[in-house]
Nanobody, 121 residues
Framework: QVQLVESGGGLVQAGGSLRLSCTASGRTFSSYAMGWFRQAPGKERQFVAAITWAGGTYYADSVKDRVTISRDNVKNTVDLQMNSLKPGDTAVYYC???????????????WGQGTQVTVST
């Protein structure tokens, strides 16, 4: 069992940066792949980035030059640094855990409650 809590969302102007953090409970955090997804109103949940237990990273093409995913297996955290934010990045951002790394939301069995990111023009 893994419980996930996101933080760090907020309102930022276009071109700005935000750092999202996800804190996991459970002693087996280091064995999980972690992902960040986002969901805008009226749209499907969309893959943003993922990281394996060993630190291998994967990014969506739409964000790969602007975001960095990282994890700390001692602190049980996974972060998403987002730069050069655009209004199109506005969404609720979710942290998720899975036994295998993937770009599909259905692969992830554990989800946080989400944190709102709003990018203004």
């Amino acid at each position: 069992q893994v419980q996930l809590v996101e933080s760090g969302g907020g309102l930022v102007q276009a071109g700005g940066s935000l750092r999202l953090s996800c804190t996991a409970s459970g002693r087996t955090f280091s064995s999980y792949a972690m992902g960040w997804f986002r969901q805008a109103p009226g749209k499907e949940r969309q893959f943003v980035a993922a990281i394996t237990w060993a630190g291998g990273t994967y990014y969506a093409d739409s964000v790969k030059d602007r975001v960095t995913i990282s994890r700390d297996n001692v602190k049980n955290t996974v972060d998403l640094q987002m730069n050069s934010l655009k209004p199109g990045d506005t969404a609720v951002y979710y942290c998720a855990a899975s036994t295998v790394v993937a770009r599909t939301a259905s692969t992830y069995g554990y989800w946080g409650q989400g944190t709102q990111v709003t990018v203004s023009t």
